[in-house]
């Protein structure tokens, strides 16, 4: 029904920055929240920040003035700009949506994940 296509992970060294998209498509009829997850080697999933369809975000403490998270309506699609990166940062991240599609209530959608790695 939904489809999401994580892209822009990779290495970087520390105090560098990336730009995670996510794009979502199927028969989508409205998205409510979007965002975006990571689990680093041996943790649990974490939220990272999210962005409701009304715009408000949400962050958690480890990335604030860091990370932003953005939104494009018309494209269905997320962002995640990373700066500052550190190595604390390493981890596999997730988008995850919830959506209304044509046939069906809204529910959770994730993607497959996109590798980021802070490294020297």
């Known amino acids: 029904q939904v489809q999401l296509v994580e892209s822009g992970g990779g290495l970087v060294q520390p105090g560098g920055s990336l730009r995670l998209s996510c794009a979502a498509s199927g028969r989508i009829y409205s998205i409510n929240a979007m965002g975006w997850y990571r689990q680093a080697p041996g943790k649990e999933r974490e939220l990272v920040a999210d962005?409701?369809?009304?715009?408000?975000?949400y962050y958690a403490d480890s990335v604030k003035g860091r990370f932003t998270i953005s939104r494009d309506n018309a494209k269905n699609t997320v962002y995640l700009q990373m700066n500052s990166l550190k190595p604390e940062d390493t981890a596999v991240y997730y988008c995850?949506?919830?959506?209304?599609?044509?046939?069906?209530?809204?529910?959770?959608?994730w993607g497959k994940g996109t590798l980021v790695t802070v490294s020297s």
């Open positions: 995850k949506i919830n959506a209304r599609t044509t046939y069906l209530a809204a529910m959770d959608y």
């Open positions: 962005v409701t369809s009304g715009g408000s975000t």
